[in-house]
């Protein structure tokens, strides 16, 4: 499978240098966001609004946790620590990594090239998620966002194949925001967190599922547990994402810590595995009733 990775780099520079916001909204739109339009328009986000202020790829990716592309002091600063680590060169190598685990288990995307792009993240916005965070769930597209610091650029790789293995999940299975029910999306995640783990350590992931201690992720598990059927993406999400980020988003809290839903699905995905003695491959490729045995 081909792969491409957005010059970013590039693209963050000219945009930096741009001294007139307007005009960075529409390079931002139309230079930086244009090669991922058929992603956007699959989850309904048009380039720009035909309202003034309406909702478009701007108002979407802050809403995501990008970076405002008004904020040059933060923007520059996460530029130069992204060009002193190689970010992209990190992509591509994971891409790579990715892509060859693929074709060595006989799992595919179904999409002819897969295009990565890695943006500047509101290190506010994504605080829960220690700066950063990724969307893979349109097969072919695959974007991560990052306020680069000490704790999240080891897990740059990690990141990046979560974001991968949803590419290979959706390619096989259908996502559909309306249907998707607590025990589909539980799974989902906690495929995507175990692909990451079986190629880059448990040590490299993300604190959506490391940052629980024992009595908290038991407590999840028993919340969880009850509301497998429950249909529909509000209400999903607020047992995906937990009690903070459901009030702040709109959604009823259900009494769950932030990203409980994650930290389960890795559990019962993990636990899965090890009792059957089966790999992240194999495991891929089962419908949700198959792996969802929440006695973990």
Same mark, same amino acid.
């Given at each position: 499978?081909?792969?491409? $990775?957005?010059?970013?780099?590039?693209?963050? &520079?000219?945009? #930096?240098?741009?001294?007139?916001?307007?005009?960075?909204?529409?390079?931002?739109?139309?230079?930086?966001?244009?090669?991922?339009?058929?992603? +956007?328009?699959?989850?309904? %986000?048009?380039?720009?609004?035909?309202?003034?202020?309406?909702?478009? !790829?701007?108002?979407?990716?802050?809403?995501? =946790?990008?970076?405002?592309?008004?904020?040059?002091?933060?923007?520059?600063?996460?530029?130069?620590? @992204?060009? &002193?680590?190689?970010?992209?060169?990190?992509?591509?190598?994971?891409?790579?990594?990715?892509?060859?685990?693929?074709?060595?288990?006989?799992?595919?995307?179904?999409?002819?090239? @897969?295009?990565?792009?890695?943006?500047?993240?509101?290190?506010?916005?994504?605080?829960?998620?220690?700066?950063?965070? =990724?969307?893979?769930?349109?097969?072919? #597209?695959?974007?991560?966002? /990052?306020?680069?610091?000490?704790?999240?650029?080891?897990?740059?790789?990690? *990141? /990046?194949?979560?974001?991968?293995?949803?590419?290979?999940?959706?390619?096989? #299975?259908? +996502?559909?925001?309306?249907?998707?029910?607590?025990?589909?999306?539980?799974?989902?995640? =906690?495929?995507?967190?175990?692909?990451?783990?079986? @190629?880059?350590?448990?040590?490299?992931?993300?604190?959506? *599922?490391?940052?629980?201690?024992? &009595?908290?992720?038991?407590?999840?598990?028993? %919340?969880?547990?009850?509301? @497998?059927? !429950?249909?529909?993406?509000?209400?999903?999400?607020?047992?995906?994402?937990?009690?903070?980020?459901?009030? &702040?988003? =709109?959604?009823?809290? *259900?009494?769950?810590?932030? #990203?409980?839903?994650?930290?389960?699905?890795?559990? $019962? %995905?993990?636990?899965?595995?090890?009792?059957?003695?089966?790999?992240?491959?194999?495991?891929?490729?089962?419908?949700?009733?198959?792996?969802?045995?929440?006695? !973990?």
């Amino acid at each position: 499978m081909n792969f491409l $990775v957005e010059d970013t780099i590039g693209q963050y &520079e000219q945009l #930096f240098s741009m001294n007139n916001n307007s005009n960075r909204q529409d390079y931002f739109r139309y230079s930086m966001m244009k090669p991922f339009e058929k992603m +956007w328009e699959t989850i309904n %986000v048009p380039l720009k609004a035909k309202a003034p202020n309406g909702y478009d !790829v701007i108002m979407a990716t802050n809403m995501l =946790g990008y970076l405002d592309v008004s904020e040059t002091d933060t923007g520059k600063k996460a530029l130069e620590k @992204l060009k &002193e680590i190689q970010a992209l060169k990190t992509a591509y190598n994971t891409l790579d990594d990715c892509i060859y685990f693929m074709g060595k288990n006989n799992l595919s995307v179904n999409a002819d090239r @897969l295009r990565f792009g890695m943006y500047i993240a509101d290190p506010k916005k994504l605080e829960l998620q220690k700066g950063y965070c =990724g969307f893979g769930g349109i097969p072919g #597209f695959i974007q991560v966002s /990052i306020y680069p610091d000490s704790y999240n650029i080891p897990k740059i790789p990690a *990141v /990046i194949a979560h974001e991968f293995h949803h590419n290979i999940r959706f390619s096989y #299975f259908d +996502w559909n925001h309306g249907d998707v029910t607590v025990g589909d999306y539980i799974i989902i995640e =906690g495929l995507a967190e175990s692909f990451a783990k079986e @190629l880059y350590g448990e040590e490299l992931l993300g604190p959506w *599922v490391t940052s629980f201690d024992k &009595e908290e992720l038991d407590y999840s598990i028993e %919340v969880v547990k009850d509301a @497998l059927d !429950v249909k529909g993406f509000a209400e999903v999400s607020s047992y995906m994402f937990g009690d903070k980020i459901s009030m &702040e988003q =709109g959604y009823k809290p *259900v009494g769950l810590p932030s #990203f409980a839903g994650y930290a389960v699905g890795f559990q $019962v %995905v993990q636990s899965f595995m090890k009792e059957n003695n089966i790999g992240i491959a194999e495991t891929t490729l089962l419908e949700t009733q198959e792996i969802n045995n929440i006695d !973990v």
